[in-house]
C-alpha cells in the first residue's frame, strides 16, 4: 500500500521523464479521439476507425517496403495512407452500392488487416529479417512512447482540436441535419470527408501509443459516455475531451502506480486497458446516474408515472 | 516442384468448411446489419477465455469453449444494452462493448499471464498451416482434429438456417410483422447470435479472429451485390465463402504466404470484383445504366431538334441541320457525338455533306417525341398556372419518359387545339 501511495505520488509529481511524456502524450490523445469520435459517433460511423487502424499494417508493411527502414515518420505516413485509402473505399462502397457502411466497414477491417499479415509474413521472412515485429507498431506499447512520439501526438492533436474549433457551425449542422447543411450551400461531401480525415489523423497518432482496440475504445466510449449527460454538441465535445484526457490520466497514473501482477514478465500493469477500462467506468457512471437519461432516473420515472395500482 | 503435391486437401477443405459456415450466417448479420457483430464477439471472447481459463484452472477445451460462447453472448446481449440506455446507433455501442471486454480480457490475461500461454498471434492469425498435423480418429481413419468440429459447424448452420428460414426471413426484414404473426423476434434473434457466436468460437481456434470476421461479411456482401431472394443470397454466400477460402488458399500455397490473411484478402477481393461488375448493383452495371439513358435522351433531342427546324424551315419537316449544330442541341458532349453516330446507323437520319437529315423512319421518331412534350405542355397549361416560358424546361424532361398509354389519354383530353406556344400537336 506505502508503495502504491509513493508511486502515485511520484506519478502526480511528474517527476519522473518517461511517464512525464507518456501521460502527456496519452492526455493529448484523450481529448482529440474524444471530440473528433463525438464526430464520427454522430455521423453514424464510430467504428471507421476500426477499419482505419486495421488497414494501418498493410500500409506499415508498404512503407517499410518502400524505404527499407523502420522509420517511425514512414511508417506512419504508410499507415496514414492505407488508412485514408480504407475510410476512402468505405465511403465509395456506401455512396455506389447497396452495401450498407457496416458491411463496408466489417470488409475493409477483414481484407486489409488480411493484407498486412500477409504482407508483413513475406516481409519478416526476408534475410535482412529487420522487419521482425513490424505488427508491434500497430499493436502499440505506451509507456515505450518516445518524447518524439508524444509530441507527434500532441501536434495531431492540436491540428485536429483547432479544425474542429473553426468548422464548428458546420460539423454541428452536418452531424445533425445533413440537409440543412447542404441547403446553407455547405460543401456536405467535403466536411464529411474532413471527419473522416480527422478519425484517420487520431486513429494513426493513437496506433503506436494505445494500439488498435484501445484507439478504437478512445474514439468510441467518451463521446458514449459524453452523450449520456446532454444533447448539445458543444457541452458534448468539451465532455468527451476532457473524459478521454482524465481517463487518459488515471490509467497512465493506475499502470504506473499498481504494484506488478504476480509471476508477470513484464513489469507492471498495461497502460492502454487500463485507460480504456476507465473510460468505461465513465459511461457506465453516466449510463446509470445521469439526470435525464441515466438508468435510475427513468426506472424513477417510470414508476412514477405508472404508480402501482 | 509440381504444384498440386504441395496442396493440402484436408487444410483446404477445413477452410471451406469454415468459409460455408460464416457466409451462411454472416448473410444474416448484413442483411440485419450487425456485420461489425463478429468483429466485436471475435474481440470480447478473450475475457472470456481468461475467466474460464480462471474458473478451470486449465487450458481443457471443453472449458475455453464455454467461456468463448458466454462471452460473445454477453457482447451481443450488454449491446443491446448499451444501445438502449444510451440511445447509440448500433455500431457506437458495439463499439463500447467489445473494446471494454477486450481491455478486461488483456488485464486477465496479464494477471494469469505467468502460468498461461496465450499466444496473440495464434488467436489473430489462427493456425491453418498446422491444422492438417493435429490428428484424431475418427470412424477408423486418421483426420485432423479441426475437421469434426467444422463438419459439425457446417451442419449445424444448415440445419438451423433451413428449419427456421422463414422466421428468420421475416424477423429480418419486418420484426413488427413478425410479432404481429405470433413469432417472437427477440428469440430468433437470440437463437441466431448464439449460433454467431458459436460459428466465431469454433473457426477461430482453426482459422484465427481476422478471417472469422473477413468471412463473417464479405461474402454475405458480396451476395447482396448478386440477388434480391434472401434464400439465394444465403446459399451463395455460403459458396462465395467457399470460393474465397479455395482461391485464397491456393494464392497463399502459390506465394507461400499466411493462408488466413490471403483467404481474408481472397474475400475482400471478390466483393471489390462484384461491387463493379454485379449484373444490377454493380457500379458498372450502373454507370452502363446512366450511359446509355444519357445517350437514349441525347438521340431523342436530337431528333426533337431536327423536327422542329424542320416545321419551321421552308423545306418541310425534311429540312436539315448543321452536323456542329445537332450535337450542340443534345448538350456538346462526348454523349452527344455518340448519340448523332448512332441515329445514323440505326437509319433515323442521314448525313447529307456537313448536315444531318430526318429519314422518314426518323421522321415518325420525331413526331412521337414532339408530340409527347407539346402534350405534356398543354396539359400543364390546363390544369397548373404556370407562366408560358416555364412549360418547356418541364416538359423537355418528361417528354422521354412519357408511356405511350399517358399519350393517348392527354391527347383524348386535350383535343386538336395547338399547343399553348401556338403550334400544332403532331398526330400520334
Redo the contacts between chains.
Sequence with gaps: METFLTDLARFASLQDANTRTVALGTCALGVACGVVGCLA?LR????LG?AVAHAALPGVCAAFFLVQTRSFAALMIGALVFGALAAGLVAL?RA?????E?????????????????WS??ISRRPEGAAAGLDGFI?GKAASMTGADAAAVCAVAAASLAVVALLYKEFKALAFDEEFSAAQGWPTFALDLLVMALVCACTVAGLPAVGV??V??L???P??AA??WTDRLGLMLVLAGGMGMLAAAVGVGLSAALPA??????RG??T???I??V??AF?VF??LFSPR???LA?MRRRAVEAPPS | MNFLSLIDWWTLAIAALCAASCGMVGAFLVIRRLSLLGDAVSHSVLPGLGAAFMLAGSRSPAAMMAGALAAGVLTAALAAGVRRIGRLPHDAALGVVFTSLFALGVLMITWVAGSIDLDPGCVLYGLLELASLDRVDLLGCSVPRALPWQAGLFAGNLLLVVLLFKELRITSFDPLLATALGIHAGAVHAVLLTAVSATIVVSFEAVGSILVVALLVAPGATAQLLTDRLGRMVALSAAIGAGAATLGYLGAVALNANIAGMIAVAAGGMFMLAAVVAPRYGVGARALRHASLTLRIAREDILGVLYRVGERGPGGAQAALQHAQAVRAAGATIFARVACHQLRRRGLVEQRGDELALTPRGLEEARRIVRAHRLWESYLAQNLPLPLDQLHEASERFEHFMPRQMQEQLASEIGRQPDPHGREIPPG
Design positions: 459517433t453514424r460511423r464510430a467504428l476500426d462502397v455506389w452500392t447497396r452495401v450498407r457496416d458491411a463496408a466497414i466489417g470488409i475493409a477491417i477483414g481484407s486489409f488487416f488480411g493484407l498486412g499479415v500477409v509474413g513475406l499493436f482496440v484501445m478504437v475504445a474514439l468510441v466510449i463521446p458514449a452523450r449520456c501482477p504476480r509471476g508477470a514478465l513484464t500493469w498495461p492502454g486497458p487500463l480504456v477500462l473510460a468505461a459511461f453516466g449510463a437519461r441515466g438508468a427513468q
